[in-house]
Each structure stands twice: as structure tokens, then as C-alpha cells.
Nanobody
Framework: QVQLVESGGGLVQAGGSLRLSCAAS????????MGWFRQAPGKEREFVAT????????YYADSVKGRFGISRDNAKSTVDLQMNSLKPEDTAVYYC??????????????????WGQGTQVTVSS
């Protein structure tokens, strides 16, 4: 498995921005997809965005498309989630995750077998 550590959460007003970062270690990432999920209180953990490490192909949930951007840094083995135009409904614990990818961009929670500890993002109205 890949070891993942998130950072960068916090409190922000609606319309503001935050940048989350996830540091990965323990595996060569070329075969992996790195994703971000989130879980709000009382709700299921949901897919936010993912990036294929080798190709850089990205995919986003409709709810964040156009507002969030996912990127990776090969040299640092980090994956970032830039979140702009934040809304109160974006409030959640955000998790970084890793999945071995076989050419198909994984968006299902069950496809990911390595998870970080999560970081809280709170957007006030």
C-alpha cells in the first residue's frame, strides 16, 4: 500500500480558496491513480477528483468541476487539490486516496485501497 498524509485544510469563507496537499510514499506511483474524496457529517464518502499519475489525465465530480483543480508533482510525490469558489456545501473531511489503475480512471470508493487520515475543510457562509 501507499502511505498518504494530507495537509492544508482549514476554515475559509464562502467564495474563498484552499489548497490541499497529499504526500505519498512507499510505492512507485506510475501505475497509480491518486484521488480526493470527501465526507460530510451524516453522509457517505464521495468522489471529488482523481489524476492518473503516469498520464496526468484528470476527472472531476460534477459538483466541483470548474472550481477545483487536481495536480501532481512527480519530483515530490505529492498530489494537490486547489479549491476555488468554495461553498458551504463543500464542508467535509477531505481524504487522499490511491488506487492501482489499469487504464481506466477510477472514481468508485472501492477502487482505492490506500487512504490518508483526512483533513477538515470548513466553509462558512
Amino acid at each position: 500500500q501507499v502511505q498518504l498524509v494530507e495537509s492544508g485544510g482549514g476554515l475559509v469563507q464562502a467564495g474563498g480558496s484552499l489548497r490541499l496537499s497529499c504526500a505519498a510514499s512507499g510505492r512507485t506511483l506510475s501505475r497509480y491513480a491518486m484521488g480526493w474524496f470527501r465526507q460530510a457529517p451524516g453522509k457517505e464518502r464521495e468522489f471529488v477528483a482523481t489524476i492518473m499519475w503516469s498520464s496526468g489525465t484528470t476527472y472531476y465530480a460534477d459538483s466541483v468541476k470548474g472550481r477545483f483543480g487536481i495536480s501532481r508533482d512527480n519530483a515530490k510525490s505529492t498530489v494537490d487539490l486547489q479549491m476555488n469558489s468554495l461553498k458551504p456545501e463543500d464542508t467535509a473531511v477531505y481524504y487522499c486516496a490511491a488506487a492501482v489503475a489499469y487504464g481506466i480512471v477510477p472514481t468508485a470508493r472501492g477502487a482505492y485501497d490506500s487512504w490518508g487520515q483526512g483533513t477538515q475543510v470548513t466553509v462558512s457562509s
